[in-house]
C-alpha cells in the first residue's frame, strides 16, 4: 500500500515551495516555529519534488478549454453552465 500525506507533509512541502516568504515571515516577532514531526518530513518531501521537476511537462491540448467547458455542460444536462462549449460564445462571465 503505499504512503499516505499528512498535514505535516503538506507544511513540508509549503515550507520547501515558500521558502522567500518563510523567511520574511521569520523574521517577525509572531512567527511560529514548526514542529519537529514537520521537519522530519521535509527531507522525503524534497526527494518527491525533486522527482517531480524530471517529469517531462507537455504542452495541453489546444482545445482543453472547450473540452473541459463542455465536459461541464454534459455533466449537468438539465442546467447549463453558461460557459457555453465554444470559446467565441459570448456570457456573462467571459
Same mark, same amino acid.
Given at each position: 500500500? #503505499?504512503?499516505?500525506?499528512?498535514?505535516?507533509?503538506?507544511?513540508?512541502?509549503? *515550507?520547501?515551495?515558500? &521558502?522567500?516568504?518563510?523567511?520574511?515571515?521569520?523574521? @517577525?516577532?509572531?512567527?511560529? &516555529? #514548526? !514542529?519537529? !514531526?514537520?521537519?522530519?518530513?521535509?527531507? #522525503?518531501?524534497?526527494? *518527491? +519534488? @525533486? +522527482? +517531480?521537476? /524530471?517529469?517531462?511537462?507537455?504542452?495541453? #491540448?489546444?482545445?482543453?478549454? &472547450?473540452? /473541459? *467547458?463542455?465536459?461541464?455542460? =454534459?455533466? &449537468?444536462?438539465? !442546467? $447549463? $453552465?453558461?460557459?457555453?462549449? $465554444? *470559446?467565441?460564445?459570448?456570457?456573462? =462571465?467571459?
Amino acid at each position: 500500500m #503505499p504512503p499516505k500525506l499528512n498535514a505535516n507533509d503538506g507544511t513540508a512541502i509549503d *515550507l520547501l515551495l515558500d &521558502q522567500t516568504e518563510r523567511s520574511r515571515v521569520a523574521h @517577525n516577532a509572531g512567527y511560529v &516555529q #514548526p !514542529s519537529d !514531526s514537520v521537519f522530519h518530513r521535509v527531507a #522525503p518531501a524534497q526527494k *518527491l +519534488l @525533486n +522527482l +517531480l521537476e /524530471t517529469w517531462e511537462v507537455e504542452e495541453p #491540448p489546444k482545445d482543453l478549454i &472547450q473540452r /473541459t *467547458l463542455a465536459k461541464i455542460d =454534459n455533466a &449537468q444536462p438539465n !442546467s $447549463s $453552465s453558461g460557459f457555453g462549449t $465554444s *470559446l467565441g460564445d459570448s456570457h456573462p =462571465n467571459a
